[in-house]
């Protein structure tokens, strides 16, 4: 008689299963226990019956679709003016000018306190002493560098001990050089013709600086160390592409 009871009769206590001979405000809480373990047997094999009937319901599982967030890969930015500027650089730099140097001007204060200067006034080398002419067209100019002297056709005298008595050695050397020297070295080193190599080094001599030509950097290094072995004083500077 039990299992036809709904179950809400049994857990709450309902008249339907109240004792006979007992009053509906008398305590009924310990029939009550009782009676649930037979209760769930019940509702148990009718749960197991139906699922007998229906094997199926059991397994079925709803899905629900789920957004999940999606990590986008960060965005790289190329920079394409950087390697713009880097190729024009380059570029800039596919030629390179050749530069020859010879020394128009040497000062220096010796021990008794004169100010020598030798300069290039054109073609001719020219002591000035205390800014007046004192040698015109002067032909050698001696550098003692041991004993810190120095000896040109009038006379002798001696470096301070602050002078940088080898700077003016080579200093020296590029303003006494031969003409005609450096005319052959242009013709040798940088396969100048002879008329184009007198032209360099005429304006070398007068203006302390010439352009020997324009070339590739491979050319412009190789013809400059071959200068430099010479004794001489070259260099080379990228051709902008502003120049002429």
């Known amino acids: 008689m039990l299992s036809s009871i709904p179950l809400r009769c049994l857990v709450a206590g309902h008249p ?7 009053h509906r405000g008398t305590d009924v809480q310990p029939l009550r226990w009782a009676v649930l373990p037979t ?27 789920v957004e999940m967030p999606v990590k986008e890969s960060p965005t790289v930015l190329a920079a394409p003016a950087v390697n713009v500027e880097e190729e024009v650089r380059q570029k800039r730099a596919d030629q ?13 204060t010796d021990t008794d306190g004169d100010q020598i200067r030798i300069q290039k ?3 001719s080398v020219n002591e000035y002493v205390n800014d007046r002419l004192e040698i015109r067209s002067m032909e050698y100019f001696d550098i003692d560098e041991k004993a810190r002297t120095y000896h040109d056709p009038t ?24 003409r005609d020297f450096l005319a052959r070295c242009l013709m040798t080193v940088c ?14 001599h007068t203006e302390g ?30 051709v902008d592409s502003g120049d002429s």
């Open 16 to 22: 339907l299963i109240r004792p006979e001979g007992t």
């Open 39 to 65: 209760s769930f047997a019940c509702l148990t094999c009718h749960a197991f019956r139906q699922l007998r009937r229906c094997p199926g319901r059991a397994l079925r599982i709803r899905r629900r679709a």
């Open 96 to 108: 390179y000018r050749l530069l020859i140097f010879t020394e128009v001007l040497i000062f220096f």
């Open 121 to 123: 006034d054109g073609v």
């Open 155 to 178: 006379g002798r005298g001696a470096f301070r001990p602050s002078e940088d008595v080898q700077g003016l050695v080579r200093k020296r050397d590029l303003m006494f050089l031969e």
């Open 191 to 204: 396969s100048l013709k002879e008329s184009t190599a007198y032209q360099v080094m005429m304006k070398a």
């Open 209 to 238: 600086m010439a352009v020997v030509g324009v070339y590739d950097f491979e050319t412009a290094e190789t013809y400059c160390a071959g200068l430099k072995a010479k004794g001489l004083s070259a260099d080379i500077i990228p």
